[in-house]
Each structure stands twice: as structure tokens, then as C-alpha cells.
């Protein structure tokens, strides 16, 4: 067993062994370095600071960086209106105010009706056979319509209810010039001949011609019937020299299936047939 001084030389010789290890690794002092005392005599040592993610806060209380903010609760939602749906039921056949049934049909307009005799309100037809129109010849047409049985045959039935339309129109010797807001020229002839002319002259044209000279109380028909009358021989062979210059008038103007009526100069109707080259008139109802 170790006695008591044995166990003290032995301390002393590991506290020597261990002081000469230190005094190894420990740098030399300079001789001219200041002497430190107190607690700047102690040994330093270099500490390592990690900065977190999250900044510490300033003041309590205050809102920190990066933290959500809180919202206001929304308010609870309204319902989205809707069209509130009808059924209809049905409850029987319709009645009128006094209470009798109305017929199942809509009612519609009676067409024109062509009878064989003619009348008031009735015209003559083809070959004694009644014939429905859905359009009505206009007021000024109605009776000569109704009068003339070969008119209704050639005419057919109206495809439109007319007019009254702003017309140019010219006497001839033996004929009429007619213009019409469409652009169109008829020539109607005494003997029944009929053209139909497109309105070709414009502004910068010459409106006459000095090589035609009428003769005594007859003019040269200028402008648009000017060019027609002097481009087309037939026209002008027909008609002859005009004997009083162009004039606007108020006409009435009726589409049928196979032509048309016109009430022009003075009053007088006339049917044109486009597709023949043909006319009809003056036109009366007896």
C-alpha cells in the first residue's frame, strides 16, 4: 500500500510533467509587452455567434418580419339570386271575354280573291276559274283589274303594294318617255311597243346633240332620254320628236307577277309588259 508521501511525490511529478508541456506550446512573450492584472490577465478565447433565420423582436407587442398578418373575417355569403321558374298549366281551350270557345286556328287575313264576273271587291279570272291573291291590285288599279279579265291573265297577281314615286316624264309624237328612281328608262310607243332603257348618262356628258335639229314646236329630248332617244334608232323612229321638254310628276308605280302597272301623265294607267316589249293603255275600267 502507498503511504501518504509516497502519493504527494507523485502529484508533483505529474503537476511538473504537465506544466513542461504547457510551457512548451505557449508562445514567448515579447520583453517589452505590457503586463495585464486583473480579469484582463485571464486567458481569452474566440467565441462563434450563428445568427438565426427569425430576427429577435424590438418591442413587445410589435408585429415580427415574416409573420403573417391577421385578416378580417369575411363576411358569411350571400345567396346568388335566381329567376324563380313558372310552369304554366294548361286549363282548357281558349274562350273570349263572353266565354265561347275561339276557333283552334289563328285567323288570317282572306286573300284577294279573282272571280270570274268581276265585281266590287272581286275580279275576273282565267278561263272562269277563281284565283287567290295574297296581294291586292292598289286602290287606283282595283277596278280596271277587276274589269278586264286578259289583263289579270297577263298581269297575274301583285308581288308588291306599290307606290307613289317621284317620276321624269316626257310626251312624244307618237309615244311617252318614262324614268324611274331605279335607274330605268321605258319607252312606251303608241302602237303598243314598250323598251326598257338603263340610265346610262351621268354629269359631264353633253346633254343634247346639234347635229339633230327638231323641227318647228318639237324639241330634242336632252339628258338620259336624250341618250336613249338618240343611241337607239327603233326608239326614236317610234316615238318621233318630243313636243314639251322633260318634267317630274308624281307617279304611282304596282309590281305584278309578269309586269307592272303605272299611273303617270294626266292620270292614265297602263300596264307594261317587260317580257313581251309590250304595253296596254290607256287603261279603263269600263
Given at each position: 500500500?502507498?503511504?501518504?508521501?509516497?502519493?504527494?511525490?507523485?502529484?508533483?511529478?505529474?503537476?511538473?510533467?504537465?506544466?513542461?508541456?504547457?510551457?512548451?506550446?505557449?508562445?514567448?512573450?515579447?520583453p517589452d509587452a505590457p503586463v495585464l492584472t486583473g480579469l484582463d490577465?485571464?486567458?481569452?478565447?474566440?467565441?462563434?455567434?450563428?445568427?438565426?433565420?427569425t430576427p429577435s423582436p424590438v418591442l413587445v407587442g410589435?408585429?415580427?418580419?415574416?409573420?403573417?398578418?391577421s385578416s378580417a373575417t369575411p363576411a358569411p355569403p350571400r345567396p346568388t339570386p335566381t329567376l324563380t321558374p313558372y310552369v304554366g298549366i294548361f286549363l282548357g281551350r281558349p274562350t273570349s271575354e263572353s266565354g265561347e270557345a275561339l276557333a283552334d286556328d289563328i285567323p288570317t287575313l282572306a286573300p284577294f280573291v279573282v272571280g270570274p264576273m268581276g265585281g266590287p271587291g272581286v275580279v275576273g279570272g282565267l278561263a272562269g276559274e277563281a284565283v287567290d291573291c295574297p296581294v291586292a291590285p292598289a286602290g287606283v288599279f282595283v277596278a280596271i283589274y277587276a274589269a278586264n279579265a286578259a289583263l289579270q291573265e297577263r298581269l297575274g297577281c301583285p308581288v308588291g303594294i306599290g307606290g307613289v314615286e317621284q317620276m321624269a316624264a316626257q310626251p312624244f309624237e307618237r309615244g311617252t318617255l318614262y324614268w324611274r328612281p331605279n335607274g330605268q328608262i321605258y319607252a312606251l310607243a303608241n302602237n303598243g311597243q314598250l323598251w326598257q332603257v338603263t340610265d346610262t348618262w351621268h354629269e359631264g356628258l353633253p346633254p343634247d346633240d346639234p347635229s339633230f335639229s327638231a323641227p318647228a314646236g318639237l324639241v330634242q329630248p336632252i339628258r338620259g332620254f336624250g341618250l336613249v332617244?338618240?343611241?337607239?334608232?327603233?326608239?326614236?323612229?317610234?316615238?318621233?320628236?318630243?313636243?314639251?321638254?322633260?318634267?317630274?310628276?308624281?307617279?304611282?308605280?304596282?309590281?305584278?307577277?309578269?309586269?307592272?302597272v303605272l299611273q303617270g301623265l294626266h292620270g292614265q294607267v297602263v300596264a307594261i309588259f317587260p317580257g313581251e316589249g309590250q304595253h296596254s293603255g290607256p287603261l279603263t275600267a269600263y
Open positions: 500500500m502507498w503511504r501518504a508521501d509516497e502519493w504527494m511525490w507523485l502529484a508533483l511529478a505529474l503537476l511538473v510533467l504537465v506544466l513542461t508541456g504547457c510551457g512548451a506550446e505557449a508562445p514567448a512573450v515579447p490577465g485571464l486567458p481569452k478565447q474566440l467565441a462563434t455567434i450563428e445568427m438565426t433565420a410589435m408585429p415580427q418580419p415574416g409573420a403573417a398578418l332617244w338618240r343611241t337607239n334608232t327603233a326608239i326614236r323612229d317610234a316615238l318621233g320628236w318630243g313636243t314639251q321638254s322633260e318634267a317630274l310628276i308624281s307617279g304611282f308605280w304596282q309590281d305584278f307577277e309578269r309586269g307592272a
